[in-house]
């Protein structure tokens, strides 16, 4: 099904099932400690051995000898695997670092080695016996001495740097100007279950059961990176627990237990040791960030500047700061650049939200910082500077020559706003939130020793469609079962497509059956850049559309006029049941809903404001959070219970970013200090109080026969300068550089007694 003109009303409009707030189908599961996770799936293969990864000890240069005598000696060891003995191997697109190192090192814990034992132990103890002797190389860890070599680089979000207008004269001529330097934190996404697989050869194909968002992206990265077919490989990971990005790309664990079952002659099961996952698999880079804004007395911005600087290792991608100030807010002459400095560090990747949360970071807090030096509110700022069109539209990629292809697939020049209520999210939250009693000038609120601020800031996220897949099948007892390979990384997916099969069929919840994350089924959107959702719902739906004409044809009903209610399919006065249709052999259908030429004529966009209240000791520079509210207009909202949870998620996420979350690196030898979760801290129950979410009642048939969009990144966009800009309002103390730890604080605080 090709999606190219804008949705009219259809079954999803009903609303009986879709955009009611069902728990979790696989809540149970979950809560009991049941679902099948991937390095717990005992049931899947016998007779499974322990493999143990072994990390590179420095940052940069070579092995220049590996002794592994003492390793295999050592009781129940059954192979060791290095790149001596690994055979040749490939690189995936979808990765920049070689996911096995040797002789050849990139970055500090890559993987050199893995002991394969009859137990955990046995290969944990034998690895710590291999000898490995390197020459150091010089490494470049500190992106703010790298910073000058950085060089513009754009990606699939649009050109390394963009330009209209004149900004340079336009910002010298402004009558107020900013010009302000923030940075963000190196992070991990630190999240519960580590990267894990259990790996099984049955002559040349392979089975992984794995722990992975993108289950096509799996598959064909194993493949050639294997050198084998991608049809002799089988990806599984049907329940997730947690990835928040770092699970999109082929990882270590998946690779080196491939490698190590083919050595064994026997499955291995491999768990990245946690110390190994910061520094192994993939990190949000830290970023420097100068902004610069001119505006008239009245507020009007006349010019906007958002440089970004990232770090990464060769051919990786960008921390693209400034991608959100291309389209969020009004100004006739605007600069951005997005630009990386090469860094010898582990690999900078997608994390919650990329770009979008890094660059909203700092832009939130310049835009507050502006308002000031205006003398507005800085709601009142911000919507003063709103625009329904885009200001700066993407253009052919200024790091590489344009082509006829590329010209072709850019959106129309300064093309509106599919939908944009970001005005009704500041009104909405403002009187939630009762903003009218925020004081202007800091420092004027106080509870006993607690200074108490209110911060705010926008939230962006664009809204991204992939086509995605998925096959029905509706058996003889009138059930229906549903197959795609899209993942539940904890969002609910296996709900809200259980709910779209259930709308569209009209079969009651209890008799769909959705089976999730198996390469064997059809290629879905998978679980990422908050597309999942609305992609893989519009994949059921496009196969349900299709079972949905055979059962009528079946019952010689004209489609049109048919209605699938109740578990029949009715027109006039004739009914027949689903079931007695289906009959002993069942009817299947499959389909794949293809995006066409409505995200090229429109910007789609997920839009919103956080409000924050923060206390923040007087005496110790303490910050406590005190309340928290989203308003989030993201198009229709498929289970508001689930999209909750997202949301508030997010804001917890965006708390760590804002207060504590920081990997701390080594630059003498390039590797996170903190790279366990005692060390690099993360929100806890106490650092969170209640959070409010408000969806704004919306739905956008632009973006999909669902007419949703994403909001599972939406949530911690713009959380951190809220927080920020919230201590500011209390302290009246700015700190540019994230997080915002008390030390920062109390050096700049005045003791108010």
């Known amino acids: 099904m090709k999606f190219d ?37 005992y049931d899947v293969v016998s007779n499974q051995a322990y493999g143990y990864i072994l990390g590179s000890a420095i940052a940069k240069g070579r092995i220049t000898s590996i002794n592994l005598a003492a390793a295999k000696a050592y009781p129940g060891v059954i192979s060791i695997v290095t790149y001596q003995n690994a055979g040749k191997l490939g690189k995936g697109k979808l990765n920049t670092a070689h996911l096995l190192g040797g002789p050849e090192i990139q970055h500090y814990h890559q993987a050199i080695a893995i002991v394969v034992a009859e137990t ?25 001495a790298e910073k000058h070599k950085g060089v513009a680089k754009g990606d699939s979000g649009g050109p390394g740097e963009s330009a209209v207008g004149d900004f340079e004269t336009a910002y010298t001529a402004a009558a107020l100007k900013l010009d302000a330097t923030y940075s963000t934190a190196h992070e991990s996404h630190a999240m519960m279950e580590p990267h894990a697989t259990i790996a099984a050869w049955d002559g040349g194909h392979l089975t992984l059961w794995t722990s992975n968002q993108m289950i096509d992206w799996a598959a064909d990265s194993i493949a ?67 902004i610069r804004i001119g505006a008239q007395a009245d507020g009007l911005i006349t010019a906007i500047g958002h440089e970004s600087w990232s770090g990464n290792l060769p051919e990786g991608r960008s921390e693209a700061g400034s991608q959100q100030t291309r389209s969020l807010y009004a100004g ?168 779209t099969a259930a709308e569209m069929m009209g079969i009651p919840m209890s008799k769909i059956n959705v089976r999730l994350g198996d390469s064997t089924f059809p290629v879905s959107a998978g679980s990422g850049g908050q597309w999942g959702g609305n992609s893989s719902t519009s994949g059921v739906y496009a196969a349900c559309v299709k079972l949905r004409e055979a059962i009528a044809q079946k019952a010689n009903f004209p489609i049109d006029d048919a209605v699938f209610a109740n578990e029949k399919i009715s027109h006039q006065s004739q009914s027949f049941t689903l079931a007695e249709l289906a009959g002993h052999q069942g009817i299947a259908a499959e389909d794949m809903i293809e995006f066409a030429g409505l995200d090229k004529k429109y910007k789609q966009s997920t839009f919103g404001a956080h409000f924050v209240e923060v206390a923040v000791d007087a005496y110790t520079g303490e910050t406590r959070i005190r309340r928290m509210l989203a308003v989030c207009a993201a198009g229709r909202i498929l289970n508001p219970k689930t999209a909750r949870s997202q949301v508030i998620g997010a804001m917890t996420m965006g708390v760590g970013a804002a207060l504590m979350e920081s990997l701390e690196v080594d ?78 604080l109390i050096v700049n605080m005045p003791i108010r007694l």
């Not at 999109?248 to 998946?254: S, W």
């Not at 790279?675 to 993360?682: K, S, T």
Request: proline letters at 6%; one cysteine or more; aromatic letters at 6%.
């Open 5 to 41: 003109t804008p949705a009219k009303n259809n079954p999803i409009d009903q609303m009986k099932v879709v955009g009611q707030p069902i728990s979790r189908i696989d809540g149970p599961l979950k809560t009991t400690g049941t679902a099948p996770y991937a390095y717990d799936r």
């Open 120 to 144: 955990f132990e046995q290969a944990r103890a034998a690895a710590h016996l291999i000898q490995v002797k390197y020459e150091r190389a010089k490494g470049y860890f500190d992106l703010q």
């Open 224 to 290: 050639k990176t294997l050198g084998i077919n991608k049809e002799k490989v089988r990806v599984i990971s049907p329940y997730i627990g947690g990835g928040f990005g770092a699970k999109l790309f082929l990882r270590t664990d998946a690779l080196m237990a491939a490698l190590a079952a083919r050595a064994a002659q026997r499955p291995v099961k491999v768990s990245l040791q946690r110390a190994l996952i910061p520094n192994n698999t993939t990190h949000r880079s830290a970023t420097i960030q100068r």
């Open 332 to 499: 006739a002459n605007r600069m951005t650049a997005n630009r990386v400095s090469i860094l010898d560090l582990p690999e900078a990747n997608a994390m919650r939200a990329p770009n979008e949360a890094s660059g909203l970071a700092a832009l939130e807090i310049a835009m507050d910082e502006m308002a000031e030096k205006l003398g507005m509110d800085p709601i009142e700022f911000r919507i003063k500077n709103d625009t329904q069109i885009v200001p700066d539209a993407t253009k052919p990629s200024a790091d590489k020559k344009a082509t006829k292809a590329d010209e072709k697939d850019q959106p129309d020049a300064n093309p509106p706003f599919s939908l944009r209520q970001l005005v009704k999210c500041f009104q909405v939250g403002a009187k939630k939130f009762e903003w009218n009693k925020r004081k202007a000038k800091p420092g004027e609120l106080r509870d006993g020793r607690w200074l108490i601020g209110l911060g705010m800031a926008t939230a962006y996220r664009d809204n991204v469609v992939t086509k995605s897949a998925a096959r029905v099948r509706l058996d003889k007892r009138g059930n229906l079962t549903v197959e795609t390979d899209m993942t539940d990384i904890g969002t609910g997916s296996y709900t809200i497509i259980a709910q």
């Open 667 to 744: 630059k003498r030898y390039g590797y996170f200090v903190n790279h366990d979760l005692a060390g690099y801290e993360i929100p806890v129950h106490a650092d969170i109080p209640h959070q409010e979410v408000i969806f704004i009642e919306e739905t956008d048939p632009i973006s999909s026969p669902m007419k949703a969009k994403g909001v599972g990144e939406l949530g911690i966009c713009g959380v951190a300068a809220a927080i920020s800009n919230a201590i500011y309002n209390a302290t009246g103390v700015r700190v540019r550089d994230y997080p915002v730890t008390l030390d920062k």
